[in-house]
């Protein structure tokens, strides 16, 4: 069997367009552009109908967002940097709901690395505005020769790779997740299509192992062991389904339930985690550019 | 038509760009809508609670300026009554000592005046005491003259003299 992995999906190609040439409309946009709304509907929601005095629970949760998100930049860089909440606010909370969308079996924007190196070549303007700032245009440009000129291309190289490697860490993760995710599905389906060939096979197999499924069942609540107990469960639910096989519907059922577990820590953690890292980057990066 | 894909790892400029531009939109949706919001409402509500601390503050000087005041006036008034405590006792005792003084002096009168009274009552018991007794050495006499003669009589007359005399006395 052939798994095939793809980037985005291109869902529309316009032809000569002035100074751009050929523009592919890509998955990554359109989801990139429902992730807005819904980022941009939470906030108009949470941010309506805020009282003074007898607050609702939503606005509590709201309240709390904000003051871990201040918490958060006033923590990794102090009060003087105030204005950079928005920015990695809205780094943030567009990077985990681009990241759990997946969960929802859609293309996630932060699987293509466009998405990061956009935050990241943003991240790094503002860098660079900040070492500028600090030490002078002169100072900037001398910092490239330090500790010794011959350093120079190493320097640049290294001023370069900063946004590379903070949208790459953030793509690779979530990649990752994406490729396992695939492949932990692909593997699946093959694993049910072999298993309920046989289970499917003849309509007696299926009842037979689902009987035996059964006898383990009460057996395991009479002993009071839990192995056979939960044997019992699985085989008399393949029993069951491979019945039903039998009887002429087939479905992937491997493929329910399953996938719910690595993804847990693939998409679930991983992608909060990845979130949380470029924003701590992000802060500690800017911070660091303006000196200290 | 087929579904066509990018590969796994593409540099496409038009989504790059595409990306930043909804960065930036993003940030001002999140910006007005939420954060500028919620900055607000709790700015607000601590401006309220800085208020009603204020107040409170104000209310707890205020009720122990009374306090003051009261404390004050009550020590004030403990005085004034401790003062006419003392001063009543003061009259008081000068009054008490003024009637014993007063009464002694009374009994005193009374005394001298009872003993003048005495004094007079012997004097005139004792003259009219004298007075009978020279009425009676008159009579007596009398008597010892008219019976001189009989001694007979003399001793009869001793007898009624006697008698008389204890009569008399």
């Known amino acids: 069997m052939e798994v095939s992995i793809n980037g985005a999906r291109i869902l529309a190609t316009f032809e000569n367009v002035p100074i751009f040439g050929t523009v592919q409309i890509t998955q990554t946009l359109a989801v990139a552009w429902l992730v807005m709304l819904i980022i941009s509907a939470l906030c108009i929601w949470l941010g309506s109908n805020l009282k003074v005095t007898g607050i609702s629970r939503k606005q509590a949760v709201a309240e709390m967002i904000y003051t871990s998100l201040v918490n958060f930049v006033r923590g990794n860089m102090g009060p003087e940097f105030d204005r950079y909440i928005p920015l990695v606010g809205t780094i943030f909370v567009t990077s985990i709901i681009s990241n759990l969308i997946s969960l929802l079996g859609i293309w996630s924007p932060t699987a293509d690395l466009m998405t990061e190196l956009a935050w990241g070549l943003v991240v790094f303007v503002l860098i660079t505005y900040h070492k500028i700032k600090a030490s002078g245009i002169g100072g900037y440009l001398k910092g490239f020769l330090e500790p010794i000129f011959i350093l120079l291309p190493i320097n640049i190289m290294s001023e370069c790779f900063t946004p590379v490697s903070m949208a790459c860490r953030h793509f690779g993760n979530i990649l990752s997740g994406t490729v396992i995710s695939t492949l932990i599905y692909a593997a699946l389906t093959a694993a049910n299509s072999a298993l309920f060939h046989v289970l499917g096979s003849n309509l007696y197999v299926g009842i037979v192992v689902a009987i035996a499924g059964g006898a383990l069942i009460v057996l395991g609540r009479k002993r009071k062991k839990k192995l056979p107990f939960i044997v019992g469960i699985i085989a008399a639910v393949l029993g069951v389904l491979g019945v039903i096989t039998t009887l002429g519907a087939t479905f992937p059922w491997l493929t329910i339930g399953i996938p719910a577990i690595p993804s847990l820590y693939f998409d679930w953690f991983g992608g909060c985690i990845q979130a949380f890292i470029f924003c701590t980057l992000t802060t500690l990066f800017i911070k660091q550019a303006a000196g200290d | ?169």
């Open chain 2, 1 to 169: 038509m087929d579904t066509l894909y990018q590969s796994l790892v593409t540099v496409n400029p038009v989504t790059l760009i595409a990306q930043i531009c909804n960065l930036f939109i993003q940030l001002l949706i999140v910006k007005i809508f939420f954060l500028d919001k919620i900055k607000a409402i709790i700015d607000q509500r601590r401006e309220a609670a800085d208020k009603q601390i204020t107040e409170a503050e104000t209310a707890k000087s205020e009720a122990l300026a009374i306090k003051q005041t009261y404390e004050q006036n009550m020590q004030e008034a403990k005085a004034k009554a401790d003062d006419l405590l003392m001063t009543a006792q003061r009259t008081a005792n000068s009054r008490s000592e003024e009637i014993i003084a007063q009464a002694q002096q009374q009994a005193a009168q009374i005394k001298s005046k009872a003993a003048a009274d005495i004094a007079l009552e012997k004097k005139k018991a004792i003259n009219e005491a004298k007075n009978e007794i020279s009425d009676l050495a008159m009579a007596i006499a009398g008597k010892v003259v008219a019976r001189e003669l009989n001694a007979g009589d003399q001793a009869d007359m001793i007898d009624r003299f006697i008698d008389e005399l204890g009569d008399n006395v």
